[in-house]
Structures are given as structure tokens and as C-alpha cells.
């Protein structure tokens, strides 16, 4: 009885039932995005000519996306976002033949990207940015003659390719983000909470280790990784490579903790799988991008490597155990919260505090000389 009554409540006297017409969420599919090296470097095509005019193109876009995060401050989840958007554009649909046209389908994808991760910009400062570049770095006679002309050119392509992206990626923005991954999978409330059983000088190593893991993922999103494995699995592999050069170059002993990457990642962890992620990385490198952030030899590891520097117990685990995801939720909900967690947050908080009053006071008080040249020009518009 309750459900009936329930049911014709929700709908109007048309007939339309907002419920069903308009259900409180909408499930966005998910693809695999994962390719094979091969399959990767075979999308440039085999016309030299034609490869090299892409690389030029695409580079081009890359650095549009490192502009754009410095001049608009975005976050490096953002820019994490623009670069894996962008590949699987590319290696999907291709690119526009022409170079503004890039640039217009690249600001499609930051915006998306932005929506995405921060959703804290307004369309006209990716505008303005984007015009910025384009008149600095792509210089066209149409644009020089009228800037104002360019921008609302440039607002009428933003709809038009936003539009045209969603729909040729089917709404699938499940971007499984490596940046914010290791963000999340190393919060306050995990290293408070779980990782408090860990020894001393694990604890005072493993933070320089997570800041290089996040310079090598942001550093490799210019390459077209992104493709060669899901988040959680190149969250694992910037991981590695970090421990490994720690290993090599600070102190031979260091070791991760037993089942490390078991007990936080819902992936199978083996050595030769990474070593051949660490070639195919090498292998992009080669024949994409030569960047000064490019690791060249340091991607040449060896299963021994691996082995020395990880224990994990996965093969012993079932396949249903290996596909669980450690972070939902409901299976984390009822941990319990240690003092410390506590502690770091009220210091985090209080820190924030302080920075806020202390931009406040800034604000408020304006040069003297700020004041008397304002003063000066109210006198004159009053004459």
C-alpha cells in the first residue's frame, strides 16, 4: 500500500513520473583504455612525414595543457586529467589536421578535465588563456587584426568540441586519475589509520618517496603511458621506480613492507609484468617525445630488481580477492580513528586558519601609496 501511494505521489497529474523519466543518477559506461606498446606506436603510421607532423601537433597541445596549469593555477589532478584525455582522444579518433583546430579540441578536453577534478574555473579565463597562447604562439593574421573577433571564435569551438568529445567518448570520464589515486590512497586518514603498524624508518623514508612518485606521474603524463595500464597499475609503477632509485642511490637496504601493495591496491602485483611496463615506457619515449623529464636508461630494471625491493603473497590470493577494490566505502567506514589522526587534522586545520586570516589582513591593508594615487585620481575626475 505504502509502495502504491509512493508511486502515484511522484507523479504528476500528466502522468509524468519524475522518477523513472529522471532517475537520480546516471551510470556512465567503462571502457578499457589499456593498449599494447605496439599497438600505441603503430597509431603514428608508418609515412615518417606524417608521424613527425603529428608528434609536432601533439607536442604543441602538451604544451598548451602546461601553460594553461601554470597561468590558471590548476591542479596537477587537472593537468594529470587533460594529458590521459587527450592521448585516448588521439588514439581513438585521431587528431585535426590543423594546429588552431588541435588547440581547440585540447581546450575542449581541459575544460572536461577541469569539470572533472576541480569544476572551480569560468569559462572566460580558459578563454582569455587560450587566446594568449594562440596569439603568442600560433600567430594568425585574423587574430591579430581582431582579439575580440578571436575570443568569441574561440567560446563558440569550446561548446561545439566539448559536445563533440562527450559524445564520441560515450561519457566515460572514469579516468581512474594516477595523481589522485596516490592522493587518496595515501590520505591522512590511511597513514593514521592503517599505516601506523609500519616501522619507524620506513615512515620518515616513505614521504620522499610519495613526492617523487608524484613528480614522475606528472611528469610522464607528456608521454603516452597513460595507455599502457589502468591508474591503480601506474600508481604501483611510479611507486617502484621511486623505491628503486632510493634504493640505488641512498640506501641498498630499503625494502617496501611485506604484501605493501596487496593490502592497498586492487591490483595483481608481479615483477615481470612491471619490467615489461618499464620497456614499453622506454620504448614510447623513444619513439614520441625528447624531453628533458624522459627516465632513458633508468626504465632498464630487472625482475631481480623487483624482487629485492617487493614481497608480495598475490599469487596465493583467489581472483575474486585480487579484484576487490580496498576503497569503498562501506569496507572502510567502521575504522577506528587514532588520536593522532585526530591531531593532524586540528594542526591542518589551524594552519589553514592562519593562512586565511593572514591573506585577510593583507588584503585590508593597502599601501599608502596605493591609497593617496587612488585619492589622487578621484580629485581629478572630480575637477
Known sequence: MSQALATASSATQNGFNTRLLWPD???????????????IVDKLGTNPHKAHDTKKRMEKCLMYFYVMRKNLKLFDHTYTAACILFFRYWYVFGLPPTLPDCIHLSQALLVTACKTMENNRPIDAFVKGTCDFLMKDIPTSRGRQNIEKLRWDLRDKLVSYEKQVLCQMGFDLNLHNPKELIEEIFSGYF????DFDMSENFKKVFPKIIQEARN??????????SLLCDGYTFTVLSLIFCGLQYKKNVDTNFRFP?????????VKVVPQQFVSLFTDYRILE????????NK????????????DLIEEEGDDLSDEEQNLNPYVYEHIKSGIVRKELLDHIELRIKELYKKA?????SSEKRPFSEVEQTEDHSKKRKI
Open 296 to 307: 632513458g636508461e633508468k626504465l632498464q630494471i630487472t625482475t631481480e630488481e623487483i624482487n
Open 216 to 225: 614522475f606521474i606528472i611528469q610522464a603524463g607528456t608521454q603516452p603511458v
Open 191 to 194: 597513514r593514521y589509520n592503517r
Open 286 to 293: 623513444e619513439n614520441f617525445f625528447d624531453l628533458k623529464s
Open 25 to 39: 543518477m546516471v551510470r556512465t559506461p567503462e571502457n578499457s583504455w589499456s593498449s599494447s606498446c605496439k599497438e
Open 357 to 361: 586570516q593572514g591573506e585577510s589582513n
Open 258 to 266: 611485506k604484501n605493501f601493495f596487496s593490502d592497498r591496491f586492487p
